[in-house]
């Protein structure tokens, strides 16, 4: 279980799919920072980050990696990804992102890695701050 950083990302993708809050937090330490939309501050920490992953979650969508990458480094690691985010819109239409992501985790005490910083929007952060 999470012993590796792609195998965190794998477990990570099931529980977001499968909508489960506790589980998706549980991927990341306690001061973790996340983007939550380009050109806003990142936001940390655990209660952050419940309330960002509640409004993610209530889209009801699935998350699909396409493309991935990890270059690790002792207890960090770089992962970053070309994926996918398909759900429906309060009219039923249906919706689709897709983003670059680039995310550093580390690797806890108990062997398992964690996000420590997650950016899914990669590139698109610069496009926002120019």
């Known amino acids: ?40 501050p990142a936001i940390t920490g655990k209660a952050g980050l419940r309330e960002a992953f509640i409004r993610a979650l209530a889209l009801k969508g699935t998350a699909t990696q396409l493309k991935i990458n990890v270059i690790e480094s002792g207890d960090l690691a770089l992962f970053t990804s070309k994926w996918i985010f398909e759900w429906k819109s309060p009219e039923g239409m249906p919706m689709h992102r897709e983003s670059f992501a680039t995310t550093v985790f580390r690797r806890a005490k108990n062997g398992e890695w964690l996000i420590v910083i997650d950016n899914s929007f990669g590139l698109a952060v610069l496009d926002e701050n120019e």
């Open 1 to 40: 279980m999470r012993k590796t950083p792609l195998a965190a990302v794998h477990e990570l993708d099931i529980a977001f799919n499968q909508g489960d809050l506790d589980a998706t937090l549980s991927f990341y330490e306690d001061n973790a920072s996340i983007v939550i939309e380009p050109g806003k």
